[in-house]
T-cell receptor
Framework: DAKTTQPPSMDCAEGRAANLPCNHSTISGNEYVYWYRQIHSQGPQYIIHGLKNNETNEMASLIITEDRKSSTLILPHATLRDTAVYYCIAESGYSTLTFGKGTMLLVSP | DTEVTQTPKHLVMGMTNKKSLKCEQHMGHRAMYWYKQKAKKPPELMFVYSYEKLSINESVPSRFSPECPNSSLLNLHLHALQPEDSALYLC??????????????FGPGTRLTVT
């Protein structure tokens, strides 16, 4: 699976959009981009995934660049409960998730 | 029901003890996973079961012994652990392991302390 690179930490004001970037420049054509998050001391939670097209669900939006070398997870209206470590993972369909260090998102009042 | 349950929530065991961790899901998922997470580190895959058969063992020491008695249950048997095995043990499940893109659902984990 391709390696992903994320900033170690980001801050966001409550109510504003949180835009979390991820680089995956070596991603192959059959690898999906997955986003999970882990709130302190809890199990990881699936957020969203995509292959080529942008995706949106009730939690977030995923924007994948046309060359697929990077993506952005967007939380449209961040709340304090969105404070967590966010993991971007490139996975080829064999479900063996390899977690990187992720981005610690701190949402402040 | 999109829940993966794990018991116990916390476990303290001595190095000579034998204990088991349990994981259960009733979503009809046919792939189940064990991960280990040390403090301030990301989760690391240990084992994958697909249709109740061991599919992947990430070179885990034999003191960890997984078992999948049926499609809803996953156990992790522990024996002669070391203090460095203290960690959060996470179970996850997905609809299947291969063939398409399947998100994994994680349980809350068992926090294990080896004394």
């Amino acid at each position: 699976d391709a390696k992903t690179t994320q900033p170690p930490s980001m801050d966001c004001a409550e109510g504003r959009a949180a835009n979390l970037p991820c680089n995956h420049s070596t991603i192959s054509g059959n690898e999906y981009v997955y986003w999970y998050r882990q709130i302190h001391s809890q199990g990881p939670q699936y957020i969203i995934h995509g292959l080529k097209n942008n995706e949106t669900n009730e939690m977030a939006s995923l924007i994948i660049t046309e060359d697929r070398k990077s993506s952005t997870l967007i939380l449209p209206h961040a709340t304090l409960r969105d404070t967590a470590v966010y993991y971007c993972i490139a996975e080829s369909g064999y479900s063996t998730l390899t977690f990187g260090k992720g981005t610690m998102l701190l949402v402040s009042p | 029901d999109t829940e993966v349950t794990q018991t116990p929530k916390h476990l303290v065991m001595g190095m000579t003890n034998k204990k088991s961790l349990k994981c259960e899901q009733h979503m009809g998922h046919r792939a189940m996973y064990w991960y280990k997470q040390k403090a301030k580190k990301p989760p690391e895959l240990m084992f994958v079961y697909s249709y109740e058969k061991l599919s992947i063992n990430e070179s885990v020491p034999s003191r960890f012994s997984p078992e999948c008695p049926n499609s809803s249950l996953l156990n992790l048997h522990l024996h002669a652990l070391q203090p460095e095995d203290s960690a959060l043990y996470l179970c996850a499940s997905s609809l299947a392991q291969t063939g398409s893109s399947y998100e994994q659902y994680f349980g809350p984990g068992t926090r294990l302390t080896v004394t």
